[in-house]
């Protein structure tokens, strides 16, 4: 099997120099990769793409998403392999989905805003999956533990098990940092403690309407944007200076870069 030429449909193409790496005399590491082996790629190379819509790069954006379509192609090939399922039937399943889940659009119950599709959207989830009964099945337990937190309290939030406002939970978090300060020497409360101040913190960003995980994420690249500035202006190494001194060069930093 050869590759498809480049005019032709693009997805085809694409299906088709997957099958040819795959295919006996393919390529030696495309050919021992399984589901298993490749599950890692597919959760960086989405993390990749979201990178690029933070840095608005619309390039790097077009060339991350080609590598998660690799991703998904690469999967459904190993599936079709074993007879599972084909590529046609992952676009095919997700059609039928979106179709299905929006009657408003594609059927005659009309609805007006984006809190009742939402609430239609659960409604026909259970439909399609009737043996989740209790409230919190279907959290992916793989999500990142900030994002799993996040979704297992909307959850539980939908059957009325949730704070009335932000304050409250603010109130919690406040709680919890006490908690967590009165058993810092006790390294293992101090852990129990320390995970249900951030399990607070998330309640607080979905109040907040607030993603956590991109929250933190934030957070971190603008320390890294900080620290590397301090680096690059220090007159002698970072290591080695005084912390007064490593605080004065920070606040330069911050004054810098915002």
Request: hydrophobic share 45%; with cysteine.
């Given at each position: 099997m050869t590759p498809a030429p480049a005019d032709r449909e693009p997805i085809t193409r694409l299906?088709?120099?997957?099958?040819?790496?795959?295919?006996?005399?393919?390529?030696?590491?495309?050919?021992?990769?399984?589901h298993q082996s490749i599950k890692p790629q597919i959760i960086e190379e989405c993390y990749e793409a979201v990178e690029a819509i933070d840095d608005a790069?619309?390039?790097?954006?077009?060339?991350?998403?080609?590598?998660?379509?690799?991703?998904?192609?690469?999967?459904?090939?190993?599936a079709a392999e074993r007879g599972a399922f084909t590529f046609d039937d992952v676009i095919n399943g997700i059609a039928d989905k979106l179709v299905f889940r929006h009657p408003h659009v594609f059927g005659e119950n009309k609805l007006s805003d984006s809190g009742a599709v939402l609430r239609q959207w659960d409604e026909l989830k259970k439909q399609e999956k009737p043996e989740r009964t209790g409230a919190l099945d279907g959290v992916a337990k793989s999500l990142p533990a900030l994002l799993l937190a996040a979704e297992i309290q909307k959850k539980a939030a939908k059957v009325g098990f949730d704070w009335p406002d932000a304050d409250g939970v603010l109130a919690k978090v406040r709680e919890e940092l006490g908690e967590l300060e009165r058993d810092l020497h006790d390294h293992q409360r101090a852990e129990e403690e320390l995970g249900d101040l951030f399990f607070a913190l998330v309640n607080l960003a979905r109040f907040l309407k607030i993603n956590p995980e991109l929250a933190a994420r934030a957070a971190t690249q603008k320390f890294k944007r900080r620290f590397e500035w301090m680096e690059q202006h220090a007159a002698a190494p970072l290591k080695g200076q005084s912390l007064s001194a490593l605080d004065a060069l920070w606040n330069q930093a911050k004054q810098a870069l915002g």
């Open positions: 299906k088709n120099i997957i099958a040819r790496l795959r295919a006996p005399g393919g390529c030696p590491w495309d050919r021992e990769q399984t790069d619309d390039a790097l954006l077009k060339e991350e998403l080609g590598d998660v379509l690799l991703h998904l192609v690469f999967h459904a090939q190993l």
